[in-house]
């Protein structure tokens, strides 16, 4: 009964309907906690804890997602403390980088440990992000290409268009504009096999900015073209 309601909750989240979503998932974690099934009740407060994050209620969502990571660590269900910890590092990379960072690593090692590449990917680019917040371009480019690397090895494409993008933007901050060209158009083209307009937007965006960095007018007004066209069809 408690996964049915869950999937129920769940599925309104989907459709962004959020009060009934909270309304079943609470009713998923009250039945998980009277039948004492922790596993259950740690996906049920990391679902609730993903909706407040989702409403920008960070401190709500701070509070689920550590309970769900207390559940976890007690069940010693390894995967799901990984998702927590990098669900807490989500939460403290609005306000505190050295937060994130420290709950990013945790989640990266255990990440590491049970060998989930998908995991070590996006723990690698979200450290890479940090370190490309602070300045710190060498670490984040080591980051950067290290989460690029397994998404380009597991297949995943949109993974690999978003680190592409991560890249390019950084060689543009730091002025290295005909890497940013490489990877900005890497990007772009990865973007395009997913028929992905979030990601051909961003690229667009990108590659808009780097062909007006190096006066290409023609070039950088087609990107603008083409981020328009994609952002309506979102």
Known sequence: ESDAVNNIGYAYTVQGNVITALEYLHQSLRINEEL????????ALNNIGTIYSKQGETK?????HYRAL???EIVGDKPGIAQSLNNIGALYDIVDDKKANEYYQKSSAIYNEIGDKLGIANS???IGSIYHRQGNHSLAI???????KIHEEIGNLSG???TQNNIATLFYKIKRYNEALAYALKGLQTAKKLSYPERIQNSADILKRIYLQQKKYKDAFEMQLGSISHRSAQ
């Open 124 to 126: 690698s680019n979200n």
């Open 60 to 64: 709500k969502a701070l509070e689920y």
């Open 70 to 72: 207390k559940k976890r």
């Open 142 to 148: 080591t980051y950067f290409e290290k989460s690029l």
């Open 36 to 43: 004492k099934n922790d596993y259950g009740t740690a996906t």
């Open 160 to 162: 690999k268009a978003f």
